[in-house]
């Protein structure tokens, strides 16, 4: 499998397939933090023209098997440094988004890294924990996916990602 996940610079042409994973309401109702309205692809095009511009923020595409299936970004947020990753529905429980946050890490030689996953998304936590990072801290923040504050989980890599971990597929993969 780890063979099978590359990370590539992000196209225009991906776009249209990242617009596409956002709208879908159960993925965004388990990243929480999303657009306020998913299906304006106007916001949506603004949103990706300011983060492509910003050389601050490294954005790449996670392809599984040549296919593209989500992407993974670092950037800053609240003054830290933060990755988030989205992966289409249709791809989760295989081990990509585990295997591609470790690649992407490799590429970044910054630390310390922070995350933040809403509370019941058990699945990116454990991608998070499979990746070396741990659980530092709560906030609570406006999802817009759910139309209300929720807790979320500040997470923090301190240490280089190991590649070694293991490519291979881990239960509740997101």
């Known amino acids: 499998m780890g063979q099978e996940v590359t ?3 992000v196209r225009l042409t991906d776009l249209d397939r990242f617009f596409e994973f956002e709208r879908d309401p159960i993925s965004s109702h388990r990243a929480a933090f999303t657009a ?11 949103h990706w023209q300011r983060i ?5 923020v490294r954005n790449r595409t996670v392809l599984y098997q040549g296919e593209v299936v989500g992407n993974v970004a670092l950037f800053e947020l609240l003054g830290l440094p933060s990755v988030a990753y989205w ?10 988004a ?3 946050l470790r690649l992407f890490l490799t ?30 801290g ?10 209300a504050e929720v807790e979320e989980q ?9 590649p070694d971990l293991g490519p291979g597929p881990q239960p509740g993969d997101a």
């Open 7 to 9: 990370l590539r610079e």
């Open 36 to 46: 306020e309205d998913p299906n304006d692809r106007g916001a949506f095009d603004r």
């Open 52 to 56: 492509l511009a910003d050389p601050s």
């Open 87 to 96: 992966i289409d529905r249709p791809w989760w429980a295989r081990g990509i």
């Open 98 to 100: 585990s295997r591609a």
């Open 107 to 136: 590429e970044v030689s910054r630390r310390p890294i922070y995350a933040r996953v809403v509370h019941d998304n058990l699945a990116s936590q454990h991608v998070l924990s499979n990746c070396g990072f741990v659980q530092v």
């Open 138 to 147: 709560t906030d609570r923040g406006f999802a817009h996916a759910r139309g």
């Open 154 to 162: 500040i997470w923090r890599l301190d240490e280089v990602a190991r």
